[in-house]
T-cell receptor, first 113, second 117 residues
Framework: NAGVMQNPRHLVRRRGQEARLRCSPM?????VYWYRQLPEEGLKFMVY????????ESGMPKERFSAEFPKEGPSILRIQQVVRGDSAAYFC???????????FGNGTRLTVT | AQTVTQSQPEMSVQEAETVTLSCTYD???????LFWYKQPPSRQMILVIR??????QNATENRFSVNFQKAAKSFSLKISDSQLGDAAMYFCAHHPTGGTSYGKLTFGQGTILTVHP
């Protein structure tokens, strides 16, 4: 049973470009979460999605960031017009439902030059 | 809002010895989980151990055990018979289970554990 798959593993973008981070949850998991880890810090919650619905986006920056989890295909975290402060590791996690532990992917390291 | 504090930025231990990592938290939630995650240089987040707040018995997973003091809001991790492969960053995390907070883990700042041969 494959784990949570994130790609790309590393992503380099110039300031002003768009970054698209993909997450395929574990088989049978319909709940997806995105977290961001800044250097030397713990992970911080960004958004919680179920298929086609955003459940909680209280941790998402108000501008430039968006997330989706379509009926078919992976969840996408999209960052428009990236700035250097967006450089971080972005982790996706999934669970089969409530009261189940989250399973994390290996993260995507975004570097903005 | 929840807060999680790990007061030890770095810890070290000799191989085969025991080390304890500290974690305190603050929450207004009555129902929650607490976790310890391990993050090696590969960046993978590995669940080490989990504790349900309603359980008085401390969780144990092989060489890993916790000391959960609910009233004191303390959740320390003990690693026995330390191995070189235990070297990593360790994160304590609080996970409320009620309402729409599900899935919104709050992590501590992390403790870097070094294991000396």
């Amino acid at each position: 049973n494959a784990g949570v798959m994130q790609n790309p593993r590393h992503l380099v973008r110039r300031r002003g470009q768009e970054a698209r981070l993909r997450c395929s949850p574990m088989k049978g998991h319909s709940h997806v979460y995105w977290y961001r880890q800044l250097p030397e810090e713990g992970l911080k919650f960004m958004v919680y999605l179920q298929k086609e619905n955003i459940i909680d986006e209280s941790g998402m920056p108000k501008e430039r960031f968006s997330a989706e989890f379509p009926k078919e295909g992976p969840s996408i975290l999209r960052i428009q017009q990236v700035v250097r402060g967006d450089s971080a590791a972005y982790f996706c996690a999934s669970s089969p439902g409530r009261h189940s532990p989250l399973h994390f992917g290996n993260g995507t390291r975004l570097t903005v030059t | 809002a929840q807060t999680v504090t790990q007061s030890q930025p770095e810890m070290s231990v000799q191989e085969a010895e025991t080390v304890t990592l500290s974690c305190t938290y603050d929450t207004s939630e009555s129902d929650y989980y607490l976790f310890w995650y391990k993050q090696p240089p590969s960046r993978q987040m590995i669940l080490v151990i989990r504790q349900e707040a309603y359980k008085q018995q401390n969780a144990t997973e092989n060489r890993f055990s916790v000391n959960f003091q609910k009233a004191a809001k303390s959740f320390s991790l003990k690693i026995s018979d330390s191995q070189l492969g235990d070297a990593a960053m360790y994160f304590c995390a609080h996970h409320p289970t009620g309402g729409t907070s599900y899935g919104k883990l709050t992590f501590g700042q992390g403790t870097i554990l070094t294991v000396h041969p």
